[in-house]
């Protein structure tokens, strides 16, 4: 009797380990990175969380939206063309800057994209123009806007195709 038993709970053990393996082949299909990587790792783990139906459910919902979110902002920040990265975080206010802290802070806030209005950087050279510049344009593209990064050089020499790979 322990023996049909056993090859029960090993036959079940088999099935649902297909199952999970064709479920895993369907997400990557279907290009549900998200959900794929959540769910792999739900079944790796050796500890199992006592999720309800609807809480896993939530989890993979949630971690295949995150997973695009992420790469749609990565995308953005490619298709940018910063020069290099920046950060507001890492913004140097000293003295000989004259950055003002509380004006970039409103800055960071986008208003001035929401309202429509041009933004333009002026300083000496090596005050930190183009690195704010950049920063702002990461900022913008995590909070999901189309940023296209040009020195002013480019931007009246060929604005024409800056307008159309903008778009």
């Known amino acids: ?10 036959s079940n053990n088999k099935q649902q380990l297909e199952m999970n393996n064709e479920t895993l082949e369907k997400m990557k299909q279907l290009r549900l990175f998200g959900m794929y990587d959540a769910f792999r ?3 790796e783990s050796s ?4 999720l309800t139906t609807d809480q896993f459910i939530s989890v ?3 971690s295949e939206w995150d997973d695009r979110r992420n790469r749609s902002v990565e995308r953005t920040i490619r298709a ?3 020069r290099y990265k920046a950060s507001l975080e ?8 004259g950055l003002d802290r509380n004006q970039v802070h ?5 208003d001035f994209i929401k309202e429509h209005k041009d933004l333009f950087i002026t300083g000496s050279t090596g005050t930190g123009k183009s690195y704010l510049a950049t920063a702002l344009g990461y900022q913008a593209c995590q909070n999901g806007y189309k940023v296209l ?9 060929d604005w024409r195709n800056l307008v159309v790979r903008f778009n």
């Open 149 to 157: 990064y040009v020195n002013t050089g480019v931007a009246t020499f």
């Open 90 to 97: 890492h913004i140097d206010y000293s003295i000989e800057r």
């Open 47 to 50: 500890v199992k969380e006592s």
């Open 106 to 110: 409103r800055l960071a806030a986008l």
């Open 1 to 10: 009797m322990e023996t049909s038993g056993v090859r029960n709970i090993t």
């Open 41 to 43: 790792t739900n079944l």
């Open 60 to 62: 993979l919902v949630a």
């Open 80 to 82: 940018a063309a910063f």
